[in-house]
């Protein structure tokens, strides 16, 4: 049983607006300090990426049971536990002396934005009804996922440039205090138990163990390749355990995850949808960041400015999905949005190494940016459609751990396939590596042909989510205008999404 308390929905929105951008500007804003960052620690070369990996790894594996543990003790606990643990993880981050003490730091950093991420995401659901005025709080919602993750790069560069690397982990502090500040109290901001239910120990275990082992095995392959048996042995464990997660939340009286969410279409949809959609937009991020910088030998700090049309366009695309959604179905806005993504990358892919920031990098920049900015927020709503209130924290944890997935597998992937592009066409103008010769033009030709194949990959990942919006999500509109009645057709859809949540 459980009780609703939706209590003062705008410093919900405002809460939780303000720890998503946290939580989007720190997947970003270590990766142009990762130089900075080798130096001032010593990392060995091998080491430095698991600044990187390690927030993957622990976020991405525990976002499941962030989500059903928010629902089974609470939201908001939910919430202030993980912005606490994640404002104490950067504040070490920030202190560190060692490298073992910086990882550390940034694992623990993932676990409480694990915990943090599908609460916030739930209560937002739960404060507002499903409607426009959801749709309108999830515009504001993602418009600031967008801005986090846009600025990350540039706040990154700024501070490595002029204050010290050690500020990209102390900038999280302020804004998590800002966070738990606006965070109002004595509230649960969406549905409370009553009854409290037991947590599936187990499928946490499996659902975890997979989950971790597949972004471990994944992240690896920068090193050890695809093939090695270190990466199949960790992705077929991986695999073992996400069946026996199967087999057991069927089973289980009390599942970490139902299964029967994932017959919406709605829910499944939108899922299959973001994973596409994040391994395109980090492989943006990724590969447009990688040509600035060892292409066109842009700094760090201009690299950050680079990125502010790319932030922009991410802002106006969400905001302009949030008026056009609003009364529609979140189709309408994804359908386009996706294909127009799809476009902007493809346009990236035609980077050359003589060309510039105006010619190569400011168009696609501003196409391919709308384009994902109109799929943040209708994604978002398509995914927390018809889900009961009790859920709500499963369903975004679901999202959420469909997001990182498909940021990390993907970009994973495509950097594989960059890299050998990059390898072919070395040895096939010099018979030498890139790595040899990257400061030559015909290293950063060849650097330039893997960047331009990685993202023509991508913007083929945004055309296969067009595909799924199309093929997968309902016509119709999930809801309609609030104060308007409903029609007999509509009350029976109503229901028939309220049946397919239950």
């Known amino acids: 049983m459980y009780r609703n308390s939706r209590g003062r929905p705008g410093l919900v929105l405002a809460a939780v607006t303000v720890a998503q951008f946290v939580f989007a500007l720190d997947m970003s804003v270590v990766n142009v300090a990762l130089p900075a960052i080798r130096d001032g620690l010593g990392f060995a070369p091998l080491d430095l990426s698991w600044v990187v990996h390690v927030y993957a ?26 912005l606490a643990v994640f404002g104490l ?65 540039l706040a990154g560069g700024v501070l490595t440039e002029y204050a010290s690397w050690r500020w990209v982990m102390l900038v999280n502090l302020p804004i998590v205090a800002t966070a738990l500040a606006l965070l109002p109290r004595g509230i649960g901001a969406g549905a409370q138990p009553v009854r409290r239910e037991r947590l599936d120990v187990l499928g946490a275990v499996l659902a975890t163990g997979g989950v971790g082992l597949l972004v471990f095995g994944v992240v690896r392959t920068e090193s050890r390749g695809w093939g090695s048996p270190a990466t199949l042995a960790a992705l ?30 709605w829910v499944a949809g939108a899922n299959v949808l973001v994973f596409l959609a994040a391994a395109g937009q980090f492989a943006a991020f990724y590969f447009v960041s990688l040509h600035l ?61 003589d060309g510039g920031f105006l010619g190569d990098v400011l168009g696609p920049s501003l196409v391919t940016s709308l384009g994902t900015g109109l799929v943040l927020a209708p994604v978002a709503a398509a995914a927390t459609t018809g889900v009961a209130p009790r859920e709500a ?11 990182q997935l498909g940021g990390c597998v993907g970009l994973a992937a495509l950097a594989t396939l960059a890299a050998h592009r990059t390898a072919s066409a070395a040895a096939s103008t010099t018979g030498s590596t890139a790595g040899s010769t990257a400061g030559s033009a015909t290293g950063r030709a060849a650097l330039d042909a893997g960047y331009a194949l990685g993202l023509a990959a991508g913007a083929v990942l945004f055309a296969l989510a067009a595909v799924v919006a199309v093929t997968v999500l309902p016509r119709r509109r999930p809801g309609v205008p609030e104060g308007r009645p409903l029609v007999a057709g509509e009350r029976h859809e109503e229901l028939r999404l309220e049946g397919t949540s239950s």
Do not use: K
């Open 57 to 82: 790894l622990t976020f991405g594996g525990l976002l499941l049971l962030g989500g059903r543990a928010c629902d089974l003790y609470g939201r908001r606990r939910l919430l202030v536990l993980g």
């Open 89 to 153: 993880c950067s504040l070490a981050g920030g202190l560190a002396q060692h490298p073992w003490q910086l990882v550390a730091a940034r694992a623990g950093q993932g676990v409480g934005a694990a915990a943090a991420a599908p609460a916030a995401l739930a209560m937002l659901t739960t404060a507002f009804p499903e409607g426009p005025r959801r749709v309108r709080a999830l515009g504001v919602w993602s418009a600031a996922n967008a801005a986090g993750g846009a600025l990350g790069v």
């Open 236 to 265: 077929g464990a991986a695999v073992a355990l996400l069946v026996a997660f199967v087999v057991t939340e069927l089973r289980s009286p009390a599942p970490l995850l139902r299964l029967g969410l994932l017959r919406s279409r």
């Open 293 to 353: 910088q060892q292409v066109l030998g842009l700094g760090a700090a201009a690299t950050g400015a680079a990125f502010l049309p790319f932030s922009a366009g991410l802002v106006a695309g969400s905001l302009l999905a949030t008026r056009i959604t609003a009364h529609r179905s979140p189709r309408v806005a994804l359908v386009p949005g996706a294909v127009l993504a799809a476009a902007g990358l493809g346009w990236f892919a035609l980077i050359s190494p």
């Open 393 to 403: 924290g499963a369903a975004s944890g679901l999202l959420s751990s469909s997001r």
